[in-house]
């Protein structure tokens, strides 16, 4: 079975500070791993995904990721925060069934801008 | 129309009525889904299809009844709910097949149950 555990439910910071929005997870098999942001009044969005290769990954608005397979992690960073940045983050895993994708989340971290 | 459409926004209903929620992809996708997210819970994913079959069904109660009349559309059917109903239901879609595709949300419907 697979699972996520992001370790802060709420992370404040200060305008312009360097994030960091910590995500465990566990998994039997080779994983697929997601970053998702959800704004207020919206749907999630994807930031960024590891699939495979290069274990730094990019995304939108200036997040990247690290992932980590000794330590199961898949931290999300940002060095430069805004305020518009403030929103909830999920953490995702993947896995297989019938044919479709299944998405474990885990349980959310929301990150506050302070100005 | 682009992405993923979720009709009505907002739903305030009895617990003795009967309404419907329209999710509608425009990506082509063959898979969607459905999930309900609950203050201080995790994303619950409630109903997967996949080719227009239903293949997951994370015991979801009876009161809630999904439809997929096509690989475009995807209702979520519901009657005699309870208070503990009241959430944000997210729909989304995926290129299913392969776990690599991210999935794409639908801005949810807020349901809420008096």
């Known amino acids: 079975a697979q699972s996520v555990t992001q370790l802060d439910s709420q992370v404040p910071v200060f305008e312009e500070a360097p994030v960091e929005l910590r995500c465990n997870y566990s998994?039997?098999?080779?994983?697929?791993l997601f970053w998702y942001v959800q704004y207020p009044n919206q749907g999630l969005q994807l930031l960024l995904k590891?699939?495979?290769?290069?274990?730094l990954v990019k995304g939108i608005n200036g997040f990247e990721a690290e992932f980590n397979k000794s330590q199961t992690s898949f931290h999300l960073r940002k060095p430069s925060v805004h305020i518009s940045d403030t929103a909830e983050y999920f953490c995702?895993?993947?896995?297989?069934?019938?044919?479709?994708?299944?998405?474990?989340f885990g349980q959310g971290t929301r990150l506050t801008i302070n100005p | 129309e682009t992405g993923v459409t979720q009709t009505p926004r907002h739903l305030v209903m009895g617990m003795t009525n009967k309404k419907s929620l329209k999710c509608e992809q425009h990506?082509?996708?063959?898979?969607m889904y459905w999930y309900k997210q609950s203050a201080k819970k995790p994303l619950e994913l409630m109903f997967v299809?996949?080719?227009?079959?239903?293949?997951e069904n994370n015991s979801v109660p009876s009161r809630f009844s999904p439809e997929c009349p096509n690989s475009s559309h995807l209702f979520l059917h519901l009657h005699t709910l309870q208070p503990e109903d009241s959430a944000l239901y997210l729909c989304?879609?995926?290129?299913?097949?392969?776990?690599?595709?991210?999935?794409?949300f639908g801005p949810g419907t807020r349901l809420t149950v008096t």
């Open positions: 989304a879609s995926s290129q299913g097949g392969q776990g690599r595709n991210e999935q794409y």
């Open positions: 998994s039997s098999v080779s994983v697929y």
């Open positions: 590891y699939l495979s290769g290069s274990t």
């Open positions: 995702a895993v993947s896995g297989l069934r019938g044919g479709a994708q299944k998405l474990v």
């Open positions: 990506l082509g996708h063959n898979a």
């Open positions: 299809y996949s080719l227009e079959e239903r293949v």
